[in-house]
């Protein structure tokens, strides 16, 4: 058989795209379809559809007949509490207070205690979080008012900061617990046209006690991680005057005293589960891999292809892994197709998520291997 040029190209062609595409193993099938999955280190514990909450024990899924699929699932750092979220619906509103159920579990999933809590700020939902020793701490956002409780009793209670702001205004709040320490990080909103101030990092123990409050380098939030007793954090800066954003990505100690930073955007950042390497996506076709061990960063570009990122993550080795759409995905929403995208070696695979639900968008890991949930799968996607 004769080849022309032409069908010489497209086989090579193909042959290159059967070399660069990753290889995806099925861990678990779901029956109802997912709209976002809860896991640790690259297993998967529950996952949300449209009608029900369910948990995974190791390929055995059993749903979860007593939470509502409305219901927001979370962990504590080291994941051997789980906190359940439920936001009551606007039309539930008694007397100009939303209220919200917070459940407690244990890592078997058992109930540990339930707390019911309203709101009258501006109905906005409190930010919660569960620590390691299974204190659940609840952020007002927009009083930035703080409680604590323990097996079901308020045990503190207390107000961040002072402001004299009129207006009521919701702030947003990033917060994580370490031991029996909880951080937040606070934005301050300008009240009366005036500008906005630095956010604040605030460290409280739970028995609200011991506050530590410290001005970040910047007034608007991003991201946080604080694992391998390491704080990182970004945000950024911006100038209505000039049209001109600073951003920044920082090392925190515990007291809040900035380390070192980089003056680039930090959209997601992750920290390898080994602590070495910290990936920063800068933008859709630039992410920096800071090796902490020798203090070297490797600047990671790419071309964008016309698509942005919506996810990343990095493992023991400094592989960076993330998650790319079309470009035209946040006004059309019009395809199910994402790609897995390895910047460093251009290796990729396309996996089928539904555009509707954003926390799906995540790729986690094991220190090794990486996973995603999808809309009827857990996967393992390798280079």
Avoid at 83 to 110: A, M, P
Avoid at 269 to 276: A, E, F, I
Avoid at 299 to 305: E, G
């Amino acid at each position: 058989m004769r080849l022309n040029n032409t069908s010489i190209l497209i086989l090579l062609t193909m042959l290159v795209g059967l070399l660069q595409a990753s290889q995806v193993d099925q861990i678990i099938e779901i029956n109802d379809a997912a709209e976002s999955w809860v896991s640790k280190d690259g297993r998967p514990l529950y996952y949300t559809s449209s009608s029900s909450q369910y948990m995974i024990d190791n390929q055995s899924v059993r749903r979860m007949t007593a939470y509502d699929p409305a219901t927001v699932p979370s962990l504590s750092p080291n994941g051997e509490y789980r906190l359940f979220s439920l936001l009551q619906d606007l039309g539930e509103i008694k007397n100009n207070t939303r209220y919200s159920d917070y459940f407690v579990l244990n890592d078997h999933s058992e109930l540990l205690y339930a707390v019911n809590r309203g709101s009258e700020s501006d109905l906005k939902p409190l930010v919660a979080a569960v620590s390691d020793n299974g204190v659940l701490a609840l952020v007002d956002p927009v009083k930035a008012l703080i409680y604590f409780y323990e097996s079901g009793n308020l045990i503190s209670e207390g107000q961040l900061y002072e402001d004299d702001g009129e207006m009521s205004m919701e702030r947003n709040v990033l917060m994580q617990w370490v031991g029996d320490q909880c951080y937040i990080l606070l934005e301050r909103p300008g009240f009366n046209g005036g500008p906005a101030g630095k956010s604040l990092f605030i460290r409280i123990n739970s028995n609200g006690r011991g506050q530590i409050t410290a001005y970040l380098p910047f007034t608007y939030l991003q991201k946080l991680v604080f694992q391998n007793q390491r704080f990182f954090v970004s945000g950024y800066d911006y100038s209505a005057t000039d049209k001109e954003m600073k951003p920044m990505v920082a090392e925190l100690t515990r007291d809040g005293k900035m380390l070192w930073n980089n003056e680039n955007f930090g959209h997601e950042l992750k920290l390898s589960t080994n602590g070495r390497y910290l990936a920063v996506l800068s933008s859709h076709e630039y992410i920096q891999l800071f090796d902490l061990n020798f203090k070297r960063v490797e600047k990671i570009r790419f071309d964008n292809n016309n698509r942005v990122c919506l996810g990343l993550s990095v493992n023991n080795r400094g592989e960076v892994a993330i998650i790319r759409v079309a470009a035209d995905f946040f006004a059309k929403r019009n395809t199910h197709f994402s790609q897995i995208f390895f910047p460093q070696s251009k290796d990729n695979t396309d996996v089928q998520i539904d555009p509707r639900f954003p926390k799906l968008f995540q790729i986690q890991n094991d220190g090794d291997r990486f996973f995603i949930g999808t809309s009827y799968e857990w996967l393992e996607i390798s280079q």
